[in-house]
């Protein structure tokens, strides 16, 4: 159970990392396209997270990203204003309706713990193992801690052409990569996930930053997080 929770939590940071300003606009939709487990019974949870969907919309200084999963009945939408600093994000797990307001300056102090670790990593890039994906060529990199364990590892395939950042892909916000990340496997050893970019476009309606939180309850982010101490309260 504490690999789903980490799991959970993992696509829940997902969709609340900030972008910084980028005057770029696009749009990109990312689906967990496989996920398994040497555990048999292991296996049989995880499957339902595949198909698990995340939106990523980036216009100027506004930047949101949705996630749907479990067949929709688990929604997050974050919303990010690069000119203000303010961060909302909006949580409906099953009909309860949670709602944090913070700031990127707050989200920060939070992650200053990860931040240290992640200043240990090493990207080595392949480019000549590329992809095409989305309709753009993408090289190989893979992030290696040296104290990471064996039978870990995080691979990704990245394009150089997209100008969105990296930032809104949880962990990443770490690095300064040679692109987006439009595809990426994290192997824990004892689950395997791939997240894969199914859907790219230049433009969409900008009415989808006008956030309704209507019905939502106002917690923090310290109190979402002891919720059953994964977020979503699983």
């Known amino acids: 159970m504490q690999t789903m929770k980490k799991l959970f939590f993992s696509i829940f940071c997902m969709t609340i990392m900030a972008l910084s ?43 949101l990203s949705k996630a749907s999963m479990m067949g929709g009945m688990v929604e997050t939408k974050s919303l990010f204003n690069g000119s203000t600093g303010d961060v909302l994000v909006l949580i409906n797990a099953m009909g309860q309706k949670m709602m944090v307001e913070s700031t990127d300056k707050e989200m920060e102090k939070m992650n200053a713990d990860q931040a240290e670790q992640m200043s240990k990593m090493d990207i080595v890039y392949d480019e000549n193992d590329t992809k095409e994906i989305a309709g753009f060529k993408c090289i190989k990199a893979t992030i290696k801690h040296p104290e990471m364990e064996d039978g870990m590892s995080f691979v990704m395939y990245v394009a150089p052409e997209v100008k969105a950042n990296n930032r809104m892909i949880q962990g990443m916000q770490f690095f300064e990569l040679k692109g987006f990340p439009l595809e990426f496997t994290m192997d824990m050893g004892q689950m395997k996930m791939t997240s894969t970019t199914v859907e790219f476009k230049e433009d969409f309606d900008d009415s989808v930053f006008s956030l309704d939180k209507s019905g939502y309850q106002k917690k923090t982010f310290e109190e979402l997080m002891q919720m059953g101490g994964g977020g979503f309260g699983f």
Do not use: W
């Open 21 to 63: 300003v980028n005057a770029q606009k696009g749009y990109l939709k990312q689906e967990i396209t496989e996920i398994s487990s040497d555990d048999e019974q292991m296996a049989m949870m995880l499957e339902m997270m595949k198909g698990t969907q995340t939106e990523y919309f980036y216009s100027g200084d506004k930047h």
